[in-house]
């Protein structure tokens, strides 16, 4: 038995890894890492109660308050959503309205990437999502007319993790249910950073095409006016739908459940419009959903239950006042943190890595000064990170199944984009009113 | 031993079907609770509440399919060092382990929707309705997984 928070802190981390690294599911590891804090802990419970009944008493409370929820219930829907839009023609679309105006930018089509995942990002709540639909396609057409190989790929694997970052985003929907933080204004507040990263990955790649030419192809198509407005009505779709999903949660009619529902019927709506709806397709994207959301709400709900079980034992407290008292300035701190996101982000996938750290890192940061809606961006950030982080990526993976490059191609391609992202994070932790300026502005 | 495994995924796979079916039929509910609310400005009123009962089955219904799809993630990053004799080994120890959390939490589930019945437990909002109804889906999807996960142990030994 051990009565120390502090040491069944320690004891609890190596018996998760244990768990994690034996290859045991993650949900699991993490209800069994629950269970075993209860046992090994001194709880001074009365004679009378059990603690097997105890914690099967949490455990099945915990299962039944994280799914029965109203907000969590907008993440099955964007995520069917995104596998809707993924079996319909969007992404030639996307490509087709795109292409006339990137002609005259220096390193043109090379921006393909970061446009599309732009726009596709701001209909789709997951990195996988975007990076699997735009690169379906952009990856393709780049090699076909001779544009850099090494510049397709990063940009791709950068710009994907936009899926994040732009509202709707699946991982905004966790965090703000796990810290209560309003949904809609995390939603609003990834606007402006999602913006200037795109923003940043277009420079770096004007700037990569200005010195070192040889990156783009050297015949040069040219457009004129009319083909370009002509051009204007393939990205008409995906304008409209973005309105009507992120219009009303910024005009606040909407909730972002209401939203993630118009936003399914807008899918289909298109996908009937395009003629690629068919039952056969409808029923593949449905079971693919079902799929996705199941694997993820299994880690939220157990993670549900490791979390009561960390409050109940005091090992939150307990942390979070010892970190406290090494008396660390701020930004010592969010750097601490930051390392350490990174570090696990090479381990394991983002939602994991945030519905594990949240309930003993969300005190310690806001006791340190930090507003729970700019931690909240900060922790898409660490995610968007750890997707692009071998040797576990979950972006690297896509693009590895899209364009049969091997892996350490694929990282190092990414790596200028890995260090724009880190860059970012820097700005945005030194100018915390990049994140907070438009949820200020919000009715 | 190779129909078991047949009939075990036969089920899990009706479990997707309906987990989607509450998917589908949560998409409909707010579509109808926005058009009533902006065209007609009336209200079903339990639009939230339905689609977040729902939503539980969409979750626990899915579970077992999602498993025999090999969908939920694990860290393979050291047992992949492993031989072949070492990963099964390994993979049935994690199955097991798995099986029983899923057992124990199938026990207590069934005795929190049981006396949430027996209590009489009713939600606490206009419609009233009994908090068993929603939660009974949850023992229900506990033993799909739980078969799905004895198939996988199953499938493994033969």
Redesign the interface.
Known sequence: MISDPLVMSLVLFSFMFLCLFSSLWIGFSLMATGIFSMLVFDLNLPPVISVWDKIGGLLANSIYNSTNSWSLTALPLFILMGEILYRTAISTKLLNGLLPWLSKIPGRLLHINVFACSLFAAVSGSSAATTATVGKITLDELSKRGYSRNLALGSLAGAGTLGFLIPPSLIMIIYGILSDTSIGKLFIAGVIPGLMLAGAYSLYIIIAAVIRPGVIPKDSESYTMGQRMRALKDLVPILGLIFAVLGGIYMGVTTPTEAAAIGVIGALILAIAFRNLTWEIFKEALINAVKTNCMICFIILAAAFLSQIVGFVGIARAVSEYIASLGLSPYVLILVVGLMYVLLGMMLDGISIVVMTLPIVLPIVTAAGFEPLWFGIFLVFMVELSQITPPVGFSIFVIQGISDEKVSTILKATLPFFIIMVIMVILVTMFPEIVSYLPEKMV | MKKAVKIIEGLSLGG?YL??IF??L??VF??V??VLRSVFNASTLIA??Y??????G???L??G??LM?E?????????SLLGEKGKTF??I??TV??MA?TS??L???T??VFESWQLGMQADSISETPIYL??VV?PLGLAMLDLQLLARILKRLS
């Open positions: 997707a987990s989607a998917m589908v949560i998409v707010i579509a609770e926005i939230d509440e689609s977040a009962y729902f939503f539980v969409v979750v626990v899915g579970l399919f999602t799809d969908a939920h993630i694990r860290i393979t990053l050291l047992t390994l993979d120890v994690a382990v798995a959390i124990f939490a026990y207590h589930t005795i929190m929603s939660q949850i």
